[in-house]
């Protein structure tokens, strides 16, 4: 079977550190951003470097009209998905509960859970033997906020990856005997981007501290993960939840 991943946000970050891996390990891949086509582009030329097909696809992930834009364009350029990292995500601005706008929880929830959900039911279409597809894996890209819940900051953002954590346990229940896994990895801290861009930009050094290795994760170890369980190495987990937070 030919392998296809499909990677939302791949063009920064722990998206772009795993659709290198994807590659390396010989998936086509086709990645997802929202707006930072340079980047996009720069992901796709490190990933052709391994010798497989790729393409970068903008598109919103909280639109499900973008989201079937996205797999169709797949289909057409490289065939039908059979590894989705649903991995875009925003935090949204710090704030406590009662600060918190509408707006933020409003596109936080939209982003992270919506978006997620509009992937896997693109995803299914595609990957469920009760559809005439030949299996596939879902990996959701949750936080270790699902549990530690962010207090006095992202309250909000901590219980989308809650929610997707719940999504993860209930889909790969349902659709475990249709040849689909569902798992999610709990990423601690990575020193990525998302920090400075939410004007945060200390928060990997504090995270450091917390954590008992002593320091934040890179973007590839995440992936490691991601990768692990999108491979045939994690063939009998499903409806897993894997903590890679560094002891958090
Ligand atoms: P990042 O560096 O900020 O990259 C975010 C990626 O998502 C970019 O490719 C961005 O595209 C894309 N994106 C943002 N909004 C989107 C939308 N509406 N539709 C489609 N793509 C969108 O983020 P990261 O730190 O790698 O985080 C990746 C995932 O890991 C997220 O789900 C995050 O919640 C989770 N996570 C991160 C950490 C951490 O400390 N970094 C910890 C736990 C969990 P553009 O480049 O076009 O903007």
């Known amino acids: 079977m ?60 909280a639109s499900a009209a973008d989201v079937a834009v996205l797999f169709e364009t797949c289909d057409r350029e490289l065939g039908p998905v059979t590894f989705l990292v649903n991995n875009a995500g925003i935090i949204g601005r710090a704030s406590k509960v009662e600060d918190l706008s509408a707006d933020v929880l409003h596109q936080t929830f939209a982003v992270n859970f919506f978006g ?14 009760n559809h005439g597809g030949a ?9 270790v906020a699902a549990t530690t819940g962010s207090p006095g900051e992202y309250v909000h953002y901590a219980a989308s990856k809650a929610a997707i954590d719940g999504f993860t346990i209930g889909l790969a229940r349902e659709i475990g005997r249709e040849g689909i896994r569902v798992n999610s990895v709990q990423a601690g801290t990575a020193d990525t981007e998302i920090h400075a861009l939410t004007g945060n930009p200390d928060r990997p050094a504090m995270a450091a501290d917390k954590s008992s290795l002593g320091r934040v994760a890179t973007a590839q ?14 063939s009998y987990a499903t409806g897993a939840v894997l903590r890679v937070g560094g002891g958090l």
């Open 221 to 234: 170890e995440i992936g490691e993960a991601i990768m692990w369980l999108g491979s045939e190495k994690s």
């Open 2 to 61: 030919k392998k296809i991943a499909i990677i939302t946000g791949g063009s920064r970050g722990i998206g772009a550190a795993t659709a290198e891996l994807a590659a390396k390990a010989g998936f086509d891949v086709c990645i997802n951003y929202l707006s930072n086509h340079e980047r996009a582009a720069k992901v796709v030329e490190a990933c052709k470097s391994y010798g497989v097909n790729a393409i970068a696809v903008a598109g919103d992930v």
């Open 135 to 143: 299996g596939g894996t879902i990996v959701n890209v949750s936080s």
């Open 116 to 129: 997620a959900v509009y992937c896997a039911q693109e995803a299914i279409k595609r990957m469920s033997t």
